[in-house]
Structure formats: structure tokens, C-alpha cells
């Protein structure tokens, strides 16, 4: 069903796509949804297994990274705080050829405090150098690469970067939105497929050889679908060609994702007193204490992010950065020179569509619901595979010892009437605009199908002379 390769049916490899005896259109878009499912399973295949792979290991990295880095996440409850101005210093006298960029103070009486220093020699230009502060000593317990807005360190920013392009850089990306593309056709098709034959399917449970592996491959696609077809539709929410002409769609609709305006107020104060955070220190005017406090006056409780000022000219930027449910979300602009809030926003004020993408995302990548959000993608990744392995074997066993992967019978588009035929094709081509790498490999498909059909036509024709 739906991922593994081969087809979720078991008509003999010589019949010419047998379909169903119910009436209507389904009868002759079965077979053309079963040759698409087995054909799409075969090429793509390989590729959702990498991303089922690597999507299981970075899963379970959320808990390697509190095991692997205690000592750097984690203190001893201490009697009383230092001021964030002083954790801050800590950190800087520890790497002072770094510029502070962003400030995570501890969200938990046990935690660090992160402070976050961009332009560290020897740290990756799209990363930060995350350094570790106990916020009762001031001592600096360690520092690591920091990627993204989830906070993520080394072990679990490998990971990621494995599962998104194979460390292969932005060429390497196109591989997982392949995967993506088509992971929805492929379990839509298995489970439209499953669903006509659940008759036939209940009369193979405890068979042996191939009929045995269509039972498990069906079963096990069924109940794991709607999981693939989601995973699929978050997946190219960040994918790059997809990805776009969603944020496209998005934006046309008034749907963007929102952002607090970091412009400070324009009074004859602003800018003034910030000279003091030229030297990287994150100290700009009034200061990150009475900064911090103005953020928790307007509700912003822990755990939460300090963006200094990019110039004289911009406010600091507090926001939550807690994305598990409910997740905190909102986010205030700050005047640097008199401590005032400039501007507020609330995640309860998001459109519906970026609420629902913020949600999507952070439910694809384990942390909208914890441990039990990671177990069921774990859950979701290894079926993934099974299915596969499943597939692959059905297609072997369809040969039954005399040829190796014998394909489904083309010609099966034949067999469709135009009137559905038609609206069918034209919902295709405006899907596959949308997602390119679906629409590509789709033209491929059909074009070597199409070239193959004539060959074997051409040498027919011959044989028969």
C-alpha cells in the first residue's frame, strides 16, 4: 500500500489489467491507478526509504541531545540568579571575538542559559556558537553549534541536515522533496487501491508466499496512510521548489506567517545610548534586565528568545520559542533607549493557514506533543520501511521464479472514458505545476512508457510477419 513499490494486488503478471466487475468510471481507473502505484513504488521507493531512515534517527534525537549534552544543558538549582547583563558578559569574556545574536535565558531552574554569538571563527556561517552559562555562578559550562530555530545541537543538526539533502547542500534537498512529492500519491493510490480489494484481502490472511505479503503490505498501509499523506504535505511546506509556490499561494491569500515589526519608536531618544552594544555584547541601551522585564509585563513567559537591535535604528525583538502544545508563540518589539514596547504580537492573532503550518511543522518534526509526538513518527518511519521491503518483495515474487519484476500491463489509460479521462489529466497537470518534482518524473514516466509500449508494439508487428 502505501509506499511499497509494487502493486497492492495480486492479478496474474499476464492478464491485461483485469478490473473489477462493479459499473461506472472505477472499474476502468483501477487498473491506471494500480500501474501508477506500482511504477511510482519502483523509482521512488529508494528515496522514501533514505527519508524514512533517516526521518526514524532524527526522531529519536531529541532525547540523544539531553542525554549527549547534560552536562552543557543542565546545572545544580542554585540559591539566586545572576542579571542577565552578567550571564551575558560570562559568555562574552569566555569568546570575545563573537558578536551576541540572540540570548535564551534559563527556562527552567535546572537549565542554562544560551547565549548565542555568531561570527566565531571556525563556526559555520548559517550557525551560531550556543554558549552554555549557569546562571546561578556565571560559569560557562561549554559551547556548541547551534542550528535553527528549534535550538538544535551537533548530534541532532547532523542528523537533520542528513534527513533534508545528505549533506549534499541545496542539490542535495531535491532528493526529499522527490520523496515528499510523491509520498501522498503513492499511499492515496495504495489505499484507494486496498479499498477495492478489501473483499479479496480478507481471503488471503493466512496465506503463504506473495498473496501473504500483499495481506501485511495492505494492512499495514491502510492503517498507516493518512500518517504518510500528512508527513508528505508538511514535508513540502519547507521543500524549495514546492515550497515556494505554497508560501506564493499562502501570501496571495493573506495567509503569510506574521512577524513583529523591529522598527524602534522614531522620538528624539531613539537610537541614543546604544553606542554600547557596537562591541558585540548585546547590551544596547536600557539593557537586557530592563528588557527582559518589559517582555514578561506583556505575558511572555519562559521559555523565551532576546534578539539584540541589528542597528540604531531597530528595537529588541523578545519571543517565545516554546513549540510544544500549547505552544507560546508571541512576540514583542522592545525600544532600546526607553524600554518601551513598540509592538506586539500574538500567536492567537495568526491567520488560520499559518497557524496551521506552524502546527504541521512542528508536528513533522517531533515537538508539538513530546515524546509521545517522536514514538509515533518512530512508529510512522519504520512501517514506512517495512512497506517498502514488503513491495520490493512482491515485485520479485510476481516474477514466481521465471522473471524478475514483472511490471503491471500497460494500456490501462486506454480503457478509461474521456469524460473522465480529461478532468483527471487536468487536476494532474495543475497538482504537478504546484509540485514540480512530482510533474517531472510523472512526464518521465509516461514518456518511457509510452517509447517502451511502441518497442514492444514494433517488435509484435514484426514477429507476427
Known amino acids: 500500500m502505501s509506499t511499497a513499490p509494487p502493486t497492492t494486488t495480486d492479478e496474474a503478471p499476464q492478464a491485461a489489467a483485469p478490473a473489477p466487475k462493479s459499473r461506472g468510471p472505477w472499474a476502468p481507473l483501477r487498473p491506471l491507478i494500480l500501474r501508477l502505484h506500482f511504477y511510482a513504488g519502483v523509482f521512488v521507493a529508494p528515496f522514501l526509504l533514505v527519508a524514512a531512515a533517516t526521518g526514524f534517527l532524527y526522531a529519536g534525537a531529541f532525547q540523544a541531545e539531553k542525554l549527549v549534552y547534560s552536562h552543557e544543558m543542565t546545572v545544580p538549582v542554585g540559591d539566586a540568579s545572576l542579571s542577565m547583563s552578567e550571564q551575558v558578559d560570562a559568555a562574552r569574556k569566555a569568546y570575545p571575538e563573537g558578536t551576541v545574536s540572540a540570548v535564551r535565558p534559563s527556562p527552567e531552574d535546572d537549565a542554562t542559559t544560551r547565549v548565542m554569538l555568531s561570527g566565531v571563527k571556525g563556526v559555520d556561517a548559517t ?174 513567559g519562559d521559555p523565551v528568545e532576546i534578539v539584540p537591535p541589528a542597528d540604531a535604528s531597530s528595537a529588541y525583538v523578545v519571543k517565545q520559542v516554546q513549540r510544544s502544545w500549547p505552544e507560546k508563540q508571541d512576540a514583542v518589539a522592545i525600544d532600546p533607549a526607553t524600554g518601551e514596547v513598540t509592538d506586539v504580537l500574538r500567536f492567537d492573532d495568526y491567520p488560520l493557514l499559518a497557524k496551521l503550518t506552524r502546527w504541521g511543522i512542528d508536528l513533522h518534526t517531533g515537538v508539538l506533543f513530546g515524546l509521545v509526538n517522536q514514538l509515533a513518527l518512530m512508529l510512522l518511519a519504520g512501517s514506512l520501511i517495512l512497506l517498502i521491503v514488503w513491495g520490493y518483495r512482491m515485485w520479485w515474487q510476481r516474477g514466481r521464479g521465471s522473471a524478475f519484476g514483472r511490471p503491471i500491463p500497460r494500456g490501462a489509460w486506454a480503457q478509461v472514458p474521456p469524460y473522465v479521462l480529461v478532468p483527471l489529466m487536468a487536476a494532474v497537470a495543475v497538482v504537478a505545476y504546484f509540485v514540480p518534482l512530482l510533474g517531472i518524473p510523472l512526464a518521465g514516466f509516461l514518456v518511457v512508457d509510452v517509447v517502451l509500449g511502441e518497442i514492444a508494439h514494433r517488435r509484435g508487428r514484426r514477429a507476427a510477419a
Open 127 to 300: 550557525h551560531t556558537l550556543a554558549v552554555f552559562v549557569d546562571p546561578y555562578t556565571g560559569k560557562v559550562r561549554g559551547a556548541l553549534e547551534q542550528y535553527g530555530s528549534t535550538g538544535a545541537l551537533p548530534l541532532r543538526t547532523w542528523i537533520d541536515e542528513f534527513h533534508r539533502d545528505l549533506h549534499l547542500g541545496e542539490n542535495g534537498r531535491l532528493y526529499s522533496e522527490l520523496a515528499a512529492s510523491w509520498l501522498w500519491v503513492i499511499a492515496g493510490g495504495g489505499l484507494v487501491l486496498w479499498f477495492s480489494r478489501r473483499r479479496a484481502l480478507r481471503k488471503v490472511r493466512g496465506t503463504a508466499g506473495r498473496r501473504r505479503t500483499l495481506g501485511l503490505h495492505g494492512t499495514v498501509g491502510v492503517w498507516a496512510a493518512a500518517g504518510f499523506i500528512f508527513l508528505s504535505a508538511t514535508g513540502l511546506t519547507w521543500s524549495t521548489y514546492a515550497g515556494a509556490n505554497i508560501d506564493v499561494l499562502r501570501t496571495s491569500l493573506g495567509q503569510a506567517t506574521p512577524s513583529v515589526s523591529a522598527a524602534a519608536s522614531g522620538g528624539e531618544h531613539a537610537g541614543h545610548d546604544t553606542a554600547s552594544g557596537a562591541g558585540g555584547d548585546g547590551e544596547h541601551g536600557v539593557g537586557l534586565d530592563e528588557i527582559l522585564a518589559a517582555a514578561r509585563a506583556e505575558g511572555l
